[in-house]
């Protein structure tokens, strides 16, 4: 089992949909969570980060952290055909060194 | 330069032969990160630097990857006798430091390699 479990998708919906993303993990020594966007032939750029369990929003996105279901989740609203993209949730534990543990990212497609 | 340049950004290499993947960090962050991309997946930890010494090489697969970062800012990646299962995306982060809150990795595009 990895560490990190993410629903590869593909995930199509309309233009204007609330969309939801999810990840589960098993390692209860995370601490950092965050989510990365990724689009075709380029490297992931940091969407969202949150520390411990919680909510946190910026603009249309807003990331969810249940660290006692080993739970998070991201959810855009009123998705732009400009989200398509890949998403990945990556987590840390940062007495390692901020290395990252990447769940296997979830395509999203955004229809006009 | 403005983030994390990586070089060459695509190298189509014979199975056997030795690379060379460069990574180019954004000035002045001291930690640097390897990680590998196949299709479909997610990045995998390789290797990551704080300064010139690895400070975590669990991720290498074996013996055949090894990662140098001389003077603390670029760093190589480099791959002998390769195989057709190292054809992936080869990505590099930096960041200020090392296990730090709020210390974002900044990641390059990659290297596409494709062993044939």
């Known amino acids: 089992q990895k560490e990190v479990e993410q629903d590869p998708g593909p995930l199509s919906v309309p233009e204007g949909a609330i969309v939801s993303l999810n990840c589960t993990y098993s390692?209860?020594?995370?601490?950092?969570f965050m989510w990365y966007r990724q689009y075709s032939r380029k490297g992931p750029e940091l969407l969202m980060y949150?520390?411990?369990?919680g909510n946190k929003e910026d603009g249309r996105f807003t990331a969810q952290v249940d660290k006692s279901s080993k739970y998070i989740s991201l959810f855009i609203r009123d998705s732009q055909p400009s989200d398509s993209a890949t998403y990945l949730c990556?987590?840390?534990?940062?007495?390692?060194?901020?290395?990252?543990?990447f769940g296997q990212g979830t395509e999203l497609s955004v229809k006009p | 330069g403005a983030g994390v340049s990586q070089t060459p950004s695509n190298k189509v290499t014979e199975k056997g032969k030795y690379v060379e993947l460069r990574c180019d960090p954004i000035?002045?962050?001291?930690?640097l990160y390897w990680y590998r991309q196949s299709l479909g997946q997610g990045p995998e930890f390789l290797i990551y630097?704080?300064?010139?010494?690895?400070?975590?090489d669990s991720g290498l697969p074996n013996d055949r990857f090894f990662a140098v970062r001389p003077e603390g800012s670029v760093s190589t990646l480099k791959i002998q006798r390769t195989e057709r299962g190292d054809s992936a995306v080869y990505l590099c982060?930096?960041?200020?430091?090392?296990?730090?809150?709020?210390?974002?990795?900044?990641f390059g595009q990659g290297t596409r390699l494709t062993v044939v």
């Open positions: 000035s002045g962050h001291t930690a």
């Open positions: 630097f704080q300064g010139t010494g690895a400070a975590d």
């Open positions: 982060a930096s960041s200020l430091r090392a296990g730090s809150a709020n210390t974002e990795a900044f």
């Open positions: 949150t520390y411990s369990s």
């Open positions: 390692n209860s020594a995370f601490q950092y």
């Open positions: 990556a987590m840390s534990d940062y007495n390692q060194g901020g290395k990252l543990i």
